[in-house]
């Protein structure tokens, strides 16, 4: 259809009439020209011109085909197009036949192909282009007052559309220029909007002869289901008051690489003050540990650098670097490493004090244990490996005290110094921000939000009150089985940013765009903020993630597939309260970072989401501060809420440190169940799974896992933590679960259902249209509304 065109005759043929966009915004034009139009005989839509043939009645659209969720043009059939009598490319004798008023209102004009030598029909508001008579029963159509850009007009009845091309990504479009003040629009208010439209498109179809718009059309649109170790299709249960959007600038991959590279220098800067202040090394992941727990208390300007927290200095960190001091105290495999270390510890505390101005007090006792434990050592031969090490409990518990006081005012300033560090990053990381969306003619937000109307919504993703400047230019290609993302911008690093992502983690990224990202249905803006999510989480895991590190594991490591499986079909678990896109199992989770995760599906960090009732899985993080905090929260929704609540912990054993929040646990009014998982028969995915080999993914935990059963009393009279359930679990963890169930998969010649959720009860009556993270009000989306509200 590039070639079809209409002559300038074609204006004079075509009756001078008011547009549409002027009826539908004065319905006063369009009264006017009703009775005009009736007077014309218009012919029954279901009657066609002899010239056509029975195919082409046949593929006319329906009432039972789904609607399309992207303008399309059809394709011919292979028949003969020339009316009879008519030369090529002269108007046939049927050209002049009218429109009906409603499909003139809904935007269809009528054109002459000169190529094909017939007439054919197109939609100015969708840009739908149609060689048969349109019906007026082809379902919703987009609202040209409220989107007249047809971008967030959904379906219930739609399913996500077949997979794009990985390559077929667009960075070079341009936001709109009224969209500056337009928040995103959530599933859930378009299908509110759409039921008048769908109503009144019922009512036309009732005034239709018989038999029109009801013969042959194509089949519905079938749902594409991604396969992987994740369930994109469980709706949410996970009811929440409507809230503010986030005051946040979008990301941007110049700011993302900016806040990368002075993130990777503040690291830097740790190492070194640790290691000229106080000769060490500093405590593995200490510095990812900071992050996390400056995030529970900050409220700066800055997602992922701490900017405005009180106290300034970490306890957190000011606890590990203590620890390491003089010497970082392990384990030792054998009788001589237990005597090596008790030697070390006595060198390292002398010089402490003798090098740091120690009190008199304080020298002299630590010199005389470190004495004492090197005469114990020349005169005891053939000591046991308990002896050593009994020996070394017994001088830190004498010499500890006195080094702390000695160090404790330059490991204070240590703390102090790299928060302070970090404050100014975040300075000139939001200075930079600000200057591009300057540049993008973007003003910054003037005046604090209103606070939205107290109403229960099906839980959405993060909105931002700002929209996205224009993407710079990403390049990626393939390379096998993975996709290298690569961003280069001189004036920040000197090489180019690369990032790597595996074909079946880059479509579940697609998917969940798709799924939660309503302002940019077409994908322009997904490469970019695709990127900015992988280049985030490669900063926050210490900007060169290797494999072979054991910091992924701890913070970024999941459940296995079968497990959640089994959570969902069991205790209807629907939400992820700690995941990220590249390891979450369901489309509706919290995640440490919500401007980069929303739009692929986060609702935000944990802590500051306030859910009413639905079901949930907490897998924190080993972090003792964010599992304290998320505890405490944890005990506050169910103490606020009368609806169903239901949390499933699962806590990794620790023993070194051991964390002692766990006494919470036991104490809270709420805990249902408890059970353990030992140690190495158990497994997790690895926190790298989108970039590391299908082989390497699970490994063995090393230490047991805790599991947890907090619910309030509507959530345990819904999901009781039974014994055939709790067995059911136990069940799922068992080593090698996974593994067979991608094998049965892969060996099946019929799609197979996964076996737990295959048989869950939907959540609620009404959620199967829900594209899963619109917001809305209950009464017109979803279930009705709980006559006792909820109270958070």
């Known amino acids: 259809m590039n070639d079809v065109g209409m002559s300038s005759k074609t204006e004079n043929i075509l009756p001078a009439a008011p547009s549409a966009w002027d009826q539908l915004t004065n319905p006063s034009l369009a009264e006017q020209q009703h009775p005009q139009h009736q007077q014309q005989q218009v012919p029954p839509l279901h009657q066609h011109h002899p010239a056509q043939s029975p195919q082409m009645q046949a593929s006319s659209p329906t009432t039972i085909s789904a609607p399309l969720l992207t303008p399309t043009k059809t394709t011919p059939p292979d028949?003969?197009?020339?009316?009879?009598?008519?030369?090529?490319?002269?108007?046939?004798?049927?050209?002049?036949?009218?429109?009906?008023?409603?499909?003139?209102?809904?935007?269809?004009?009528?054109?002459?192909?000169?190529?094909?030598?017939?007439?054919?029909?197109?939609?100015?508001?969708?840009?739908?282009?149609?060689?048969?008579?349109?019906?007026?029963?082809r379902g919703p159509q987009f609202d040209p007052l409220t989107d007249p850009l047809g971008i967030c007009s959904t379906s219930p009845l739609n399913g996500p559309l077949p997979m794009h091309n990985s390559t077929g990504y667009n960075n070079n479009s341009h936001p709109s220029p009224h969209s500056h003040h337009t928040l995103k629009r959530r599933a859930s208010e378009d299908a509110a909007q759409?039921?008048?439209?769908?109503?009144?498109?019922?009512?036309?179809?009732?005034?239709?002869?018989?038999?029109?718009?009801?013969?042959?059309?194509?089949p519905p649109l079938k749902k594409y289901v991604l396969p992987g170790p994740w369930d994109l299709e469980v709706p949410t249960n996970v009811l929440i008051y409507e809230r503010l959007p986030t005051t946040f600038p979008q990301p941007y991959p110049e700011v993302e690489a900016l806040r990368g590279s002075l993130t990777l220098r503040l690291a830097k800067t740790y190492e070194d003050l640790c290691n000229k202040r106080e000769s060490i090394a500093p405590p593995k992941d200490s510095f990812q540990r900071w992050l996390m727990e400056r995030r529970i208390i900050d409220q700066g300007i800055d997602p992922l650098l701490p900017s405005q927290c009180t106290p300034e200095i970490s306890p957190q960190m000011y606890r590990e670097i203590l620890?390491?001091?003089?010497?970082?105290?392990?384990?030792?495999?054998?009788?001589?490493?237990?005597?090596?270390?008790?030697?070390?510890?006595?060198?390292?505390?002398?010089?402490?004090?003798?090098?740091?101005?120690?009190?008199?007090?304080?020298?002299?006792?630590?010199?005389?244990?470190?004495?004492?434990?090197?005469?114990?050592?020349?005169?005891?031969?053939?000591?046991?490996y308990e002896d050593f090490q009994d020996r070394l409990t017994h001088l830190q518990r004498q010499c500890e005290p006195h080094i702390i006081a000695t160090v404790r005012v330059s490991v204070e300033q240590l703390c102090a110094k790299l928060y302070h560090l970090s404050m100014q990053h975040a300075r000139n990381i939001r200075e930079r921000h600000a200057q591009i969306l300057k540049e993008h003619g973007i003003p910054e937000l003037s005046a604090p939000l209103q606070p939205p109307v107290t109403r229960k919504v099906w839980c959405y993703p993060v909105q931002f009150a700002l929209p996205s400047p224009r993407m710079p230019q990403i390049d990626y290609s393939n390379d096998r089985d993975h996709m290298v993302i690569k961003y280069t911008n001189t004036a920040v690093m000197a090489a180019p940013d690369t990032h790597v992502v595996n074909i079946s983690h880059l479509q579940k990224l697609e998917q969940l765009y798709r799924y939660n990202c309503f302002d940019d249905k077409k994908f322009d803006f997904f490469i970019g903020r695709a990127y900015c999510m992988l280049k985030r989480y490669a900063t926050f895991l210490g900007n060169n993630a290797n494999p072979n590190q054991q910091e992924p594991e701890l913070t970024q490591a999941a459940l296995p597939a079968v497990v959640f499986e089994c959570l969902h079909h069991h205790f209807n678990v629907t939400f992820e309260c700690f995941a990220s896109p590249l390891n979450c199992y369901f489309r509706q989770y919290c995640s440490a970072f919500g401007d980069t995760d929303s739009f692929f599906g986060s609702r935000g960090s944990f802590l500051d989401f306030k859910p009413v009732s639905g079901s949930f899985q907490v897998n924190p993080p080993y972090c003792e501060e964010l599992i304290d905090a998320s505890l405490q929260h944890i005990d506050r929704l169910l103490t606020d809420s009368v609806e169903p609540l239901s949390f499933i912990v699962f806590l990794q054993e620790w023993k070194d440190p051991p964390l002692k929040c766990l006494s919470k646990i036991e104490d809270s009014p709420y805990k249902r169940k408890q059970v353990v998982v030992m140690g190495m028969e158990h497994e997790y995915r690895h926190g790298l799974q989108h970039c590391i080999p299908k082989s390497e993914v699970n490994f063995k935990s090393i230490v047991g896992t805790m599991v947890v059963w907090l619910q309030n009393a509507a959530g345990y009279a819904r999901w009781a933590p039974t014994e055939a359930r709790v067995d059911a679990l136990l069940e799922a963890f068992r080593p090698g679960r996974e593994r067979d169930r991608d094998k049965a998969i892969a060996t099946s010649t019929v799609p197979v259902q996964p076996s737990c959720s295959a048989t869950a009860s939907s959540p609620e009556p009404g959620m199967a249209g829900n594209s899963g993270s619109g917001a809305g009000d209950l009464s017109s989306t979803g279930p009705s509304k709980p006559s006792t509200p909820a109270t958070v």
């Open 323 to 384: 620890r390491d001091i003089p010497i970082k105290i392990v384990k030792p495999k054998f009788t001589g490493d237990a005597r090596k270390q008790l030697s070390r510890y006595c060198d390292a505390a002398k010089k402490i004090v003798e090098r740091r101005g120690a009190s008199e007090e304080s020298k002299k006792i630590v010199k005389w244990n470190a004495d004492e434990a090197y005469e114990w050592l020349r005169r005891t031969v053939g000591a046991s």
């Open 79 to 137: 028949v003969a197009h020339t009316p009879s009598g008519a030369a090529p490319g002269a108007p046939g004798a049927n050209f002049n036949e009218e429109l009906a008023p409603e499909l003139t209102q809904q935007g269809w004009r009528k054109f002459w192909s000169k190529r094909e030598g017939r007439p054919y029909f197109w939609n100015k508001l969708t840009g739908e282009s149609l060689w048969e008579p349109p019906q007026l029963n």
């Open 194 to 218: 759409q039921q008048p439209q769908q109503q009144q498109q019922q009512h036309h179809s009732a005034h239709l002869p018989p038999g029109a718009g009801s013969v042959g059309g194509p």
